[in-house]
Structure formats: C-alpha cells, structure tokens
C-alpha cells in the first residue's frame, strides 16, 4: 500500500465518544457496535444528566450518542448547555419511540427502532468520519485495481460473496481474494466502513444504500 494514499489504523488517533443513556444493557450492545466500526474508538458511558457537559472534551472532539429517554430525565440548563456551547463535535440520538422530540437541540444523525445493525454501523460510520478532526478514509481511489471497485461497489449494496461472483462471473473465491485485498490496502475492514468508502469516493450514490 503506498503511504502517500491512504493512512492505517494503526497512525490513528482514538476517536472519544461519549454514550448517555440510562439502561446499563442498551450502553453495553451500544458500545458493542461502535466498536465494530473501523475507527479505533474510546467510549466512556454516562448514566447521570450531570455529568453530560464535564465529559465533553475541551478541544471539542467527542461524539455524544444520547437516547431520548436519557435526554428527558436532562435538567432544562444542561440541554440548554447542549443546544448552546456543548463542546461536543457532532450529537446523535439514539430514538426508543421513533417521535419527534421537542427540543432546541440539532442531531447530526438519529438511529430509529426501525433501523437494523447494518444500517445503524453505517449512520455511526458516516457521523464519525464526518464530524473527526482525523480522517482515515482517504479521498482517493489510487491503488484499487477496476476490478476491486466493481467488487467495492457490490459489497456496499449489500450482495453476498456469491451474488457478487454470480453477477460478475466469477467464482466465490476469487470474491473472497478481492475483498481481502480491499480490506489491506484500505485498511478498513468493516461493511459499515467499506459502504461509506465508497459513498465518499463517489462509487456508489448514498440514495442507495439501503
């Protein structure tokens, strides 16, 4: 892989993500899929509205995931805090209701109920390589034989290895070989990170991903 086109996991800074949400069990399975993301992450889970703004870090980098029913048990001047001067990059809210809230807040992304695991690793891929200061995915296609894109492209709609060999007639193996291929020269090695690769890259139009 050359280094002047694409930069690896390991040259990566942390990415600091803060989980508020009052069920110990919906931290856990949240903290599960964030660290299924292709970004090396540290998330520090909150329980108690007050501690929602002193987590935030100073610099302004960490990604608040929030559910609605912790935002309601939220005393009205820290939501004021948050709608104001947060420090927090980018805030996320994790909807049990699937309503509208009714709130000053501005969510840079909302995972519904009716959102499945691929779709809600794909929203947290997008808001954290958008809102980061540390870009991992590199805008460019060097390196990726026509081939590989093809296959790129498919593995982003969500086809399987063998509908990816069907469709472009080739065997399940060979998929297999282009994938991995894929995986170590972009150093990303998740669906969720490879999808928005290929949003970002223009190899795939966002509308599509289901």
């Known amino acids: 892989m050359d280094p002047s086109a694409f930069q690896t996991l390991n040259s990566m800074e942390s990415i600091d993500i803060v989980v508020a949400e009052n069920c ?3 931290r856990t399975g949240l903290k599960y899929l964030l660290h299924q993301l292709s970004s090396p ?3 520090r889970e909150i329980s108690k509205p007050e501690k929602l703004i002193s987590y935030a870090q100073k610099d302004g980098r960490s990604l608040l995931f929030i559910s609605d029913c912790f935002l309601t048990t939220c005393p009205e001047n820290v939501v004021r805090t948050l709608a104001g001067n947060s420090r927090y990059a980018a805030i996320v809210l994790i909807s049990s209701r699937g309503i509208p809230l ?3 807040l501005n969510f840079d992304a909302e995972i519904t109920p009716s959102d499945n695991e691929k779709t809600i690793c794909q929203k947290m891929e997008a808001v954290v390589q958008q809102t980061s200061k540390i870009k991992h995915v590199i805008r460019s296609n060097e390196g990726i ?3 590989e894109k093809e296959v790129l492209t498919l593995v982003a709609r969500g086809l399987t290895n063998k509908e990816i060999a069907e469709k472009l007639f080739i065997s399940s193996h060979t998929v297999i070989t282009h994938r991995k291929n894929i995986t170590a020269k972009l ?4 669906i969720a990170g490879l999808t928005v690769y290929a949003v970002i890259n223009n190899l795939i139009p966002a509308e599509e991903i289901k």
Not at 187 to 190: C, Q, S, V
């Open 145 to 147: 034989s026509e081939r």
């Open 24 to 26: 110990q069990l919906m």
């Open 187 to 190: 150093g990303i090695k998740t």
């Open 41 to 43: 992450v540290v998330v």
């Open 102 to 104: 009714d709130t000053d």
